[in-house]
């Protein structure tokens, strides 16, 4: 087999083999796991009770404005925790589907 054949067959199996992540899909998922963990953290917080509910999850209201640990505060975390986890997702898509496309060209 010549040397360009093998590099053209490695570089096809490369292909296979290495998947571009979705963004869209990567964005929904981060989503609603950063919407529901900032939900239930507030919840829990606030059904545990005690003298001092929330005092450290309530420093978050320094950097998402309208949230606290409230049951009000529960829902605008839903809000918050989704956008972040969108834009989240979506960088992590971008930067791993980029760094593919420049392997599999520096292969090429």
């Known amino acids: ?6 590099n053209r067959l490695e570089h096809i199996v490369l292909r296979r083999a290495v ?38 999850l309530g420093l978050l209201s320094n950097y998402l404005p309208g949230y606290s640990v409230s049951w009000i505060g529960a829902v605008i975390g839903l809000l918050y925790g989704f956008l972040i986890g969108a834009v989240i997702g979506a960088a992590i898509a971008w930067t791993y589907n980029m760094i593919t496309t420049r392997r599999e060209s520096a292969l090429s």
């Open 1 to 6: 087999m010549a040397n360009s054949d093998h």
């Open 19 to 56: 998947a571009r992540l979705r963004a869209g899909i990567m964005a929904v998922t981060f989503a609603m796991t950063g919407g529901a963990a900032l939900f239930v953290a507030t919840t829990w917080l606030l059904i545990r009770g005690g003298e001092n509910v929330g005092q450290h």
